[in-house]
Structures are given as structure tokens and as C-alpha cells.
Antibody, heavy 118, light 112 residues
Framework: QVQLKESGPGLVQPSQTLSLTCTVSGFSLMDYSVHWVRQPPGKGLEWMGRMKYDGDTYYNSALKSRLSISRDTSKSQVFLKMNSLQTEDTAIYYC????????????WGQGVMVTVSS | DIVMTQGVLPNPVPSGESASITCRSSKSLVYKDGKTYLNWFLQRPGQSPQLLTYWMSTRASGVSDRFSGSGSGTYFTLKISRVRAEDAGVYYCQQVREYPLTFGSGTKLEIK
């Protein structure tokens, strides 16, 4: 059974670093890519970046200077780190599985709400 | 970056009627393999998004045949036939033709 679950702090102070973990089960990170997508309250979806199955990464150009995605395949975990957080980074953060056959997100995590506030 | 622009629906849509959601891309989403790399998602209130179609018109596993995607290289439509209450939510198009991937701003569907 394929599952993805995001975890991390619900509250982060401005200018601090956000660290999130996506723990997956039911598939291997060496066979599927994992993407991060976020959604500010009441707003639309924003693609953040991806960890490809071969370890390659790609980032949203607007976030590239602050964002880093890594993984631990032995633990089936993908990590997101983003520094210099501001209030506009308040959002639900989702990790998703990318189906390599057609590049669609066939499974999503439940999302984790992150609030940036002092 | 490829910009995705979605249309607005004249809400609410009466149950049993059809609804068409539009999406336009600033660049052709047709790849050299001939496929059009455009996905549609539905996000119901309080839920994670759900993949509806990929390659512009192929329904994802388990998706009702009431959902049908169509279009050209830069203009796309998701048609929902015989809308039901469970179809309510926000629909997003996404281009996966090239990085960085981009979403449309979303189209809200309300059912009467």
C-alpha cells in the first residue's frame, strides 16, 4: 500500500529554517521521484521542487536560493529544508509521488501545516 | 517559466448539468514523443489534490468517465458530465512539459 506522510514543526519563527520529512512506504525512492508542493491558506498550489529517483534535484526558480531537497533511501525519507522563512511561507506542505510513466502525481501525502510567526 | 491560466466557472452549476473548465499555457505542452504533458487535479475541501487526467486526456486509475480532458498544444478543457455534489472543489491544471513545473491558479466548481 503506497503512502506518503509529511512531518515537521507546525510553527517556525521568521528568518529561521524549515525542516520537513516525507516518509514513504509501499514503493522505493530509487524507482519513483518525490515532489514537494505547497499551498498557502485559501490559495492555489505551488510546485517547489523534486527529488528524482536517481538522486537528481530540481527547484522552483523563485525558491532555489533558499531550498534544498535531499533523501535517505535506506529510511525511505525525503527531506525539505528552506531557510530565511517569512510569513508568506505559511502554507500546507505536501509531498507527492511522481509516476514515471506519465509524470503525474498518483499519490499525495495528507500535508503538514506550517505557520511562520513570532 | 510556462504560465498556466485558468478560466472561471459561472457558479453554481446545477446537479446533472455539464461543466467545462479551461486552461491555457504560454507555450506548447506537446513533447517530441507526440504526447501533451498536461495534468488535471481536483482538490475537494479539506483534502489533498487528486489526479484526474494526464497526457491531457488519459483518465487516472479509478477516475469516473464523466471526466474528460481535451485540447490542443496550448488550450485545454476538462469537461465534467452530469455533475454531482462530490465533484465540488477546486480544479487545477499543471504542465509537466518542462521544469520548473507550474500549476494554474485553480477553478472553483460549486454544485447547486
Amino acid at each position: 500500500q503506497v503512502q506518503l506522510k509529511e512531518s515537521g514543526p507546525g510553527l517556525v519563527q521568521p528568518s529561521q529554517t524549515l525542516s520537513l520529512t516525507c516518509t514513504v512506504s509501499g514503493f522505493s525512492l530509487m524507482d519513483y521521484s518525490v515532489h514537494w508542493v505547497r499551498q498557502p491558506p485559501g490559495k492555489g498550489l505551488e510546485w517547489m521542487g523534486r527529488m528524482k529517483y536517481d538522486g537528481d534535484t530540481y527547484y522552483n526558480s523563485a525558491l532555489k536560493s533558499r531550498l534544498s531537497i535531499s533523501r535517505d533511501t535506506s529510511k525511505s525519507q525525503v527531506f525539505l529544508k528552506m531557510n530565511s522563512l517569512q510569513t508568506e511561507d505559511t502554507a500546507i506542505y505536501y509531498c507527492t509521488r511522481d509516476q514515471p510513466l506519465y509524470y503525474g502525481y498518483d499519490y499525495w501525502g495528507q500535508g503538514v501545516m506550517v505557520t511562520v510567526s513570532s | 517559466d510556462i504560465v498556466m491560466t485558468q478560466g472561471v466557472l459561472p457558479n453554481p452549476v446545477p446537479s446533472g448539468e455539464s461543466a467545462s473548465i479551461t486552461c491555457r499555457s504560454s507555450k506548447s505542452l506537446v513533447y517530441k514523443d507526440g504526447k501533451t504533458y498536461l495534468n488535471w487535479f481536483l482538490q475537494r475541501p479539506g483534502q489533498s489534490p487528486q489526479l484526474l487526467t494526464y497526457w491531457m486526456s488519459t483518465r487516472a486509475s479509478g477516475v469516473s468517465d464523466r471526466f474528460s480532458g481535451s485540447g490542443s498544444g496550448t488550450y485545454f478543457t476538462l469537461k465534467i458530465s452530469r455533475v454531482r455534489a462530490e465533484d465540488a472543489g477546486v480544479y487545477y491544471c499543471q504542465q509537466v512539459r518542462e521544469y520548473p513545473l507550474t500549476f494554474g491558479s485553480g477553478t472553483k466548481l460549486e454544485i447547486k
